[in-house]
Every structure is written in structure tokens, then in C-alpha cells.
Nanobody, 124 residues
Framework: QVQLVESGGGLVQAGDSLRLSCAASGGTLSGYVIYWFRQAPGNEREFVAAISRSGGDTYFPDSDKGRFTISRDSAKNAVYLQMNSLRPEDTAVYYC?????????????????WGKGTLVTVSS
């Protein structure tokens, strides 16, 4: 069982960039597809990005293509979500999740492991 820990959240202004990290405690991320989700107050948790086990393939919902990138560093046992041109509507708790396989339509219910999340607040 892998325990996921997110970090890097904070308060930023619209237009700023932020990099979130997802690290593993007690295990390795190498055997998992890693997903990022976010949940704003009153909203459902939504898919943000995913990266394959090799790091060679990345996936995004159409709505966020171009602003966010996802990468992984096997040596550091971490996955990163780079967010650029942040908007107030990006304000949410961001979670990383892990699953052994790629889910074509990622849903929270399909994930095997979750972190506790990191809060991103974007002011206008």
C-alpha cells in the first residue's frame, strides 16, 4: 500500500504559476498511474491530469489543455503538477491519486489510493 502526500499549495494571484508535488510515503510511485483531481467548495471532485507509469504519456481534460503539465521523477519518487496562468476558478483542494492501470475516463471512485490534498487559492 502506498501513502500519497501532496504539497506545494498556497495563495497566489491570478496569472501566477504554482507547482504541486505528490510524494509517496512507505512505497514507490513507479508501479502506478498517477492522477490529479481537484475539488472546489460545493463541487464534485474533478479530474485534472494523469501520467502513465513510464511518464511517457500524459492526459488532461480538454478544458485545461495547455495551462497544466504533469511530470514524474522516478529518482525522487514524485509526481508534479505544474499550473500556469492560474485563474480564480482554479481555487480548490488538489489531490493526487494512484491506480495500477490507466482509466480512460478517470473518476474518483476508480482510484485505489488518495492523498489528503493541498489547498490552492487564486485571488483575483
Amino acid at each position: 500500500q502506498v501513502q500519497l502526500v501532496e504539497s506545494g499549495g498556497g495563495l497566489v494571484q491570478a496569472g501566477d504559476s504554482l507547482r504541486l508535488s505528490c510524494a509517496a510515503s512507505g512505497g514507490t510511485l513507479s508501479g502506478y498511474v498517477i492522477y490529479w483531481f481537484r475539488q472546489a467548495p460545493g463541487n464534485e471532485r474533478e479530474f485534472v491530469a494523469a501520467i502513465s507509469r513510464s511518464g511517457g504519456d500524459t492526459y488532461f481534460p480538454d478544458s485545461d489543455k495547455g495551462r497544466f503539465t504533469i511530470s514524474r521523477d522516478s529518482a525522487k519518487n514524485a509526481v508534479y503538477l505544474q499550473m500556469n496562468s492560474l485563474r480564480p476558478e482554479d481555487t480548490a483542494v488538489y489531490y493526487c491519486a494512484a491506480k495500477g492501470t490507466l482509466v480512460r475516463v478517470p473518476s474518483p471512485a476508480a482510484m485505489d489510493y488518495w492523498g489528503k490534498g493541498t489547498l490552492v487559492t487564486v485571488s483575483s
